[in-house]
Every structure is written in structure tokens, then in C-alpha cells.
């Protein structure tokens, strides 16, 4: 996996790979989300934040809330207000 989540050529493949890295509790895999989710390719940005809100906490749910306020791809967007929601009611909890 973490050869996957830095050397694949697909991003998708490294997002996927991320947050599985992440789930087993290295936080290496959180470090290359953060990075993809400000990666110009929008499918990247996507998953990173589908992942970032699955997996985060406080620093992830302000940092979405500012990709939020730029991000131009309606589907990015609605990525975005997924993960935050997701943030959101564990915070409620």
C-alpha cells in the first residue's frame, strides 16, 4: 500500500491507497491526502476529500471548509460538503 500511495501513476489509485494507510492507523497516508486534495486534478481532489472526510478531524473539516470557498468543480463541491457533513456529525457526537 504505501508503495501504491507514492508511486502510482493513477491518482486515484493513491487516494484509495492513502486512506487504507491511514485506516491502519500510520499517518503517513493523511499527509498524501492533504497533498492530493490541493492536486489540480480535480478526480484527486475529490477522493482526497471523500477520504479526508471519513477519516479527519478539526484540522481537516477548517481546511475543506477554505478548499470550499474556491473550489470550481461542482463535483469537487459536492465531495467537499459530503466530508464536511461527515466532520460535522462526529463533532455533534
Same mark, same amino acid.
Given at each position: ?21 491511514? =485506516? ?11 497533498? #492530493? ?7 484527486? =481532489? ?21 478548499? #470550499? ?10 465531495e467537499l460538503?459530503?466530508?464536511? #457533513?461527515?466532520?460535522?456529525s462526529r463533532?455533534?457526537?
Amino acid at each position: 500500500l504505501r508503495n501504491s500511495m507514492n508511486q502510482d501513476v493513477s491518482l486515484a489509485v493513491r487516494a484509495v491507497a492513502a486512506a487504507a494507510v491511514w =485506516r491502519k492507523g500510520e499517518p503517513s497516508g493523511r499527509e498524501i491526502l492533504r497533498d #492530493l486534495a490541493r492536486n489540480p486534478d480535480w478526480l484527486a =481532489r475529490a477522493l482526497a476529500a471523500r477520504y479526508l472526510g471519513e477519516l479527519g478531524s478539526g484540522w481537516e473539516y477548517r481546511e475543506l471548509m477554505r478548499a #470550499l470557498d474556491t473550489e470550481q468543480n461542482e463535483l469537487v463541491q459536492a465531495e467537499l460538503c459530503g466530508a464536511l #457533513l461527515r466532520l460535522q456529525s462526529r463533532k455533534d457526537k
